[in-house]
């Protein structure tokens, strides 16, 4: 089944203490992008990455890293999560097609609280 | 600065009833515009817009964009509970940003 996923789906932590959160698709998409949302935000860009170790900051990078080892995995990092990165994540793929690039498909989403 | 605006934020209506969402946008360097459904859960693709005046539909639903006044819109016909959820914009201002709109939260009575 082609899909994306995340894990761990819910963490609950403290201020300081880093952190992974890990997502993983099976769709060979060159695009993934990691989004916060937030409630009367919507949807906001942390980082993305078109293809293997090519990653770019979105619209609020920071207190985050990423990495793009290998085209499947697309790991958020926080070195020294803060409340204010309380949250819900997701991660997204899409393939690239003749114009760009196509819709993205999420993953389930992880939802983090930083105490 | 590039923006996506969708109103109502949000609606409530009954089954049954048709409902207008609308999308709006300001944005430099339009590509195409996008429709996502979000309930509990990670948002999921409805449909992607390029091109003005042509519709496009998926059984109850259905899409148009208007690229002159910058905007978009879905309708939903026929509702059902089922439709209840948060209906996502984004526009894609290159070959890979998305700009996303706040959310408009459906919510349909039985």
């Known amino acids: 089944e082609a899909q994306v996923t995340q894990n761990p789906r819910y963490l609950i932590t403290v201020t300081g203490k880093k952190l992974t959160v890990t997502c993983s698709q099976n769709?060979?998409?060159?695009?993934m992008s990691w989004y916060r949302q937030d409630p009367g935000l919507g949807l906001r860009q942390i980082y993305y990455s078109m293809n293997v170790e090519v990653t770019d900051k979105g619209d609020v990078p920071e207190g985050y890293k990423v990495s793009r080892k290998e085209k499947r995995n697309f790991p958020l990092i926080l070195e020294s999560p803060s409340p204010n990165q309380t949250s819900l994540y997701f991660c997204a793929s899409s393939a690239k097609g003749q114009v760009g690039f196509w819709e993205q498909f999420f993953g389930p989403g992880t939802r983090l609280t930083v105490l | 600065e590039d923006k996506v605006v969708q109103s109502p934020l949000s609606l409530v209506v009954h089954e049954g009833d048709t409902v207008t969402l609308n999308c709006s946008y300001e944005v430099t360097n339009f590509r195409s515009l996008l429709w996502y459904k979000q309930e509990k859960k990670a948002p999921t693709f409805l449909f992607m817009l390029?091109?003005s005046g042509i519709e496009k539909k998926s059984g109850r639903l259905s899409s148009i964009l208007d690229k002159k006044e910058l905007f978009s819109i879905l309708n939903i016909t026929a509702t059902q509970t089922g439709d209840s959820a948060v209906y996502l914009c984004a526009v894609r201002e290159s070959n890979y940003q998305l700009i996303w709109g706040a959310g408009t939260k459906l919510i349909i009575k039985p």
């Open positions: 390029t091109s």
């Open positions: 769709m060979n998409h060159e695009y």
